[in-house]
């Protein structure tokens, strides 16, 4: 699989969709051009402009101005009920998962976090996408399961003192700070190495092809070229004057997009969906997945850690760039919008009444407040 650098420059001829998904074998970079966004509303097609450099223009839409070509999810939905039982669902299989067995400690510290609750939108994402194209949820479940593992393991290693250097996490003491660091870091690799026996000791009514295609589609978003890639860039790139929209666009795109993007596909894949619906949902998932982490970064300046169940705040702290920081509040809440409408055009298509769930997902992501 490749990836394109930060540095990379996209031919001026290609079109805006092939600049945001290229094939599907690369991870997307949305940014290999240059957002300028206006304070009204414009036409909702993407605006080209073939000089020096590319440039997409960003409509401007709020709860209120619905897109006539969009998805809506149907009335009769109740979102709330539907992450209830899913989360409950998901939450007995993570317990049931990882036993208090020996070492004693690092069991107790993989449970510490990785039951520690939160919004459990990876593996939400995993079950929506496998239900959609015709699967089952006990099919997704072990995929679902193991993308919340390598979730909860990133959050572990990214609030090391080597890392972020966080206190707290979902409302509680980081891991480091409860077990040790030495204890930390080695019960992330133990639910990293155990997210992928998981998977493929655990899933059911899924051929072994479709297994050993999410076992590969997992550790590629996980490795040197996806969320770990990401990280080291993140590290990096602290304290910069210099750092662009560009390169934070790669940060987040490899360090949070990847692995929600990974969670949707893998559900698509073993779920029964054939090529050309795997890739929409994965088209989806690329602009759920940078929208959630634009999101984040302006929860982190408008929010208190007692709202975010964690240290608010931090980024600034660490001087790290941010698209607050760089577009504004208000310019990041238009590209969070535009994020979103790209994510419900995929849905086109597909059974509406299949979709509700994934469109409600994509507006918990956009509105949520913590």
Do not use: W
């Amino acid at each position: 699989m490749s990836i394109v650098t930060p540095m990379t420059t996209c031919p001026q001829t290609k079109s805006i969709n092939n600049l945001l998904f290229s094939n599907r074998s690369s991870f997307i970079h949305p940014h290999q051009f240059n957002l300028h966004f206006f304070s009204t509303p414009i036409n909702t097609k993407p605006l080209i402009s073939h000089s020096s450099s590319l440039s997409i223009s960003a409509t401007i839409l709020t709860k209120e101005q619905k897109d006539d070509t969009a998805p809506a999810a149907a009335p009769a939905f109740d979102f709330k009920q539907y992450m209830l039982e899913k989360g409950k669902s998901v939450n007995q299989a993570l317990d049931n998962a990882i036993v208090l067995r020996e070492p004693l400690k690092l069991h107790e510290s993989m449970r510490y976090s990785l039951l520690a609750g939160g919004k459990r939108v990876r593996p939400l994402l995993c079950i929506a996408a496998c239900e959609l194209v015709g699967g089952s949820q006990s099919t997704a479940m072990p995929a679902a399961c193991a993308a919340e593992m390598i979730h909860t393991m990133s959050l572990i290693h990214d609030d090391l003192p080597c890392m972020d250097n966080d206190d707290l996490r979902r409302g509680k003491p980081t891991n480091h700070k409860k077990f040790g660091e030495d204890v930390a870091v080695l019960a992330g690799d133990a639910l990293l190495s155990f997210a992928f026996e998981h998977i493929v000791m655990a899933t059911i009514g899924a051929s072994p092809e479709r297994i050993i295609r999410v076992v590969g589609e997992l550790a590629k978003c996980i490795g040197s070229e996806g969320l770990v890639g990401g990280q080291v860039v993140d590290i990096c790139s602290e304290g910069m004057a210099e750092v662009g929209l560009e390169q934070l666009e790669y940060i987040h795109v490899h360090k949070t997009a990847v692995l929600l993007e990974a969670a949707v596909v893998m559900g698509a894949i073993l779920g029964g969906g054939d090529d050309e619906q795997v890739e929409k949902l994965r088209r989806f998932a690329r602009c759920i997945g940078l929208l959630f982490q634009v999101v984040d970064d302006i929860l982190d300046v408008t929010k208190s850690s007692e709202e975010l169940g964690k240290t608010a705040g931090k980024d600034l702290m660490a001087d790290k760039t941010t698209y607050p920081k760089l577009l504004g509040i208000e310019k990041s809440r238009e590209m969070a919008e535009k994020l979103k409408k790209e994510a419900l055009e995929q849905l086109l298509g597909f059974d509406p009444l299949k979709t509700a769930p994934l469109i409600a997902l994509a507006d918990y992501i956009a509105y949520r407040n913590n």
